[in-house]
């Protein structure tokens, strides 16, 4: 039996940096993680809707030396923590620490995990029993729309002020 948590669901994946919260470029700690304006809001009206909740970054900051794996992974363990604080839940983070022209050689590689390459996509689809039709991904750049449709997701480009405005509009809810 599929316990409560772990039903048949749609997910949405959400991109990181100009979606969830505010792209200052290579982001890493918390001091510089500014909530694009409804973000919490957003994942909490997803996860009432019952999506499960992905964010799927790509992170060359780590192959190119300025920030390790675990400050990606720190960064997102505390992301999830403020999250939880406001009744909003975010399922699981994906990442892509590659980049073919890094400077760390054990990250300096061409990706297929790395958007437009679907693969952080199809992991978290292979891992969780997610209802991939009516599922979808935002992002505020071309990379994470190729990405869902290599996925054989449906891709919106988030280009607005407010991501819950956003995703009560991609739900049909009334704002
Ligand atoms: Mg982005």
């Given at each position: ?44 009206i997803l996860n009432d809707a019952g999506y499960y909740v992905f964010v799927v970054t ?118």
């Open positions: 039996m599929v316990s409560e948590d772990r039903q048949i669901r749609p997910a949405v994946f959400l991109d990181r940096d100009g979606v969830v919260n505010r792209d200052v470029g290579y982001a890493h700690h918390p001091d510089q993680i500014v909530w694009v304006d409804g973000a919490m809001e957003a994942v909490k790509n992170q060359s900051g780590v192959a190119r030396g300025y920030y390790t794996e675990d400050h990606v992974r720190d960064l997102h363990t505390w992301m999830g923590a403020q999250m939880a604080l406001h009744g909003a839940r975010i399922d699981a983070f994906a990442y892509c620490p590659d980049h073919p022209e890094g400077t760390v050689p054990a990250y300096t590689k061409a990706s297929d995990r790395r958007k437009p390459g679907p693969g952080m996509i199809l992991e978290l689809l292979a891992a969780w029993p997610v209802e991939k039709d009516r599922s979808f991904m935002i992002g505020d750049r071309d990379i994470d729309v190729e990405a869902a449709t290599a996925a054989g997701i449906a891709g919106y480009l988030f280009a607005e002020a407010n991501l819950a405005d956003f995703v009560r509009a991609r739900l049909g809810l009334p704002g």
